[in-house]
């Protein structure tokens, strides 16, 4: 469910490979037997498996999405919850419930060229690292390279990478 939450709203692009680590092991997708059996999964498990088997109160750990355009997510829980079962003052204790509890504020990128804030970024210019990568609308259109190695400002980690839109 946490892994579902990231990817709608902060990650998913391309269908990368993508994995957790809690207490120094990878709970990966797409994960396969085969990998293990081969030696390359030796740390590694199936990510399909509940968090709250595996998460307690305080603990940190790391959500990773993709390879070679990597965003790297730390993440903390600070306590567990119980379900509510409906009933007044009763929990159900066979399942507990994540719940988000903060989410960044979208960083403020002003236009290189100008100064406006940014509505898109040159990924060509970005990758390059040459400067008037992040464009408001104007500088957008007065810059050089083709429309298509533009992406859009977005409340995303991923902002400006492989080819997430949001």
Request: hydrophobic residues 30%; aromatic residues 10%; glycine residues 12%.
């Amino acid at each position: 469910m946490l892994y579902e939450f990231l990817w709608d709203v902060w990650l998913e692009c391309c269908g990368h490979m993508s994995g957790f680590t809690i207490d120094d092991v990878e709970y990966v997708r797409p994960y396969t037997e085969e990998e293990s059996m081969l030696g390359f999964g030796v740390g590694r498990r199936d990510m399909d498996i509940s968090l709250g088997d595996l998460l307690e109160g305080g603990m940190e750990f790391t959500h990773e999405y993709g390879l070679g355009t990597t965003t790297e997510l730390s993440l903390g829980v600070a306590d567990l919850g119980y379900g509510d079962t409906g009933d007044e003052g009763t929990q159900d204790h066979s399942y507990r419930v994540i719940r988000m509890l903060v989410r960044n504020e979208p960083p403020d990128i002003e236009c290189e060229p100008c100064g406006a804030p940014a509505t898109s970024v040159c990924t060509e210019h970005l990758y390059r690292q040459e400067g008037n990568a992040w464009l408001c609308e104007d500088c957008t259109v007065a810059h050089e390279c083709d429309d298509h190695l533009f992406l859009p400002v977005i409340n995303s980690p991923r902002v400006g990478v492989c080819g997430y839109t949001g």
